[in-house]
């Protein structure tokens, strides 16, 4: 019974994911979400007492998937500049592939903070995934330069980090264009190609990979 009851709240989960992705948050219904899901609205409100409910469970994966993807790269060996670089490119699968990773961008873009920036109705949701990602990307850039991986950015650190901050938000924004996933791997390959050579010592830019490359780390593999 348990187990049904979480695969029940999975669907759901998934469900809402993709309506809050398709439409926002201020058009999902419900109802569309349940029909979606395959349940009543009854078992929705068993799990979920509200949307409210629902678009934080929603946002709690998105960045469930985030550390577990960083922590397996991590685990896998890889240096900390590495590790930024290929969880870019997690993003930008992510994003075509997991619901729950676009829809927790718009999710906080639309309910985040207070006031008029949410919809009607709506408290400020809890989890803020935006909030989430820069975290991550900050983190391996502050332990990329602890373990002397960016000798180049020096003295002007605060730069290279708002820098690569920047960058590695203006993935989510490329693919809310409706390029395909081919074409915005190419371009998160070519930004890195770009930006290495500034943060890291003349030369050393060719010991790091800045195409895509999903063998290994088994566990950032999407919904594991």
């Known amino acids: 019974m348990q187990e049904r009851s979480e695969r029940t ?84 699968r992510t994003l075509y592939e997991e619901p729950a990773i676009p829809a927790s961008f718009r999710i906080t873009k639309e309910c985040g903070g207070a006031g008029p920036r949410g919809p009607v109705g709506a408290r400020p949701v809890v989890v803020d995934f935006h909030g989430a990602w820069i975290s991550a990307v900050c983190t391996l850039l502050r332990l990329a330069r602890d373990a002397g991986e960016l000798p180049a950015a020096g003295r002007r650190w605060e730069s290279a980090e708002a820098l690569v901050a920047a960058a590695a938000c203006g993935i989510e924004t490329m693919a809310g264009t409706g390029m395909s996933y081919g074409e915005l791997r190419g371009k998160v390959g070519a930004l890195w190609a770009l930006l290495l050579p500034s943060l890291v010592a003349d030369g050393r830019e060719r010991g790091y990979r800045t195409e895509a490359e999903f063998l290994g780390a088994e566990a950032v593999r999407i919904g594991l």
């Open 9 to 92: 709240r999975r669907r759901l989960v998934y469900a809402g994911a993709e309506m809050f992705h398709r439409n926002g948050y201020a058009n999902a219904t419900l109802g569309e979400i349940a029909a979606a899901a395959g349940v009543t609205k009854g078992a929705l409100y068993f799990h979920f007492a509200s949307k409210d409910e629902l678009a934080e469970a929603v946002q709690q994966r998105g960045c469930a998937l985030l550390h577990d993807a960083v922590r397996a790269l991590r685990e896998d060996g890889v240096s900390p500049l590495q590790a930024l670089i290929d969880v870019t490119h997690w993003l930008a």
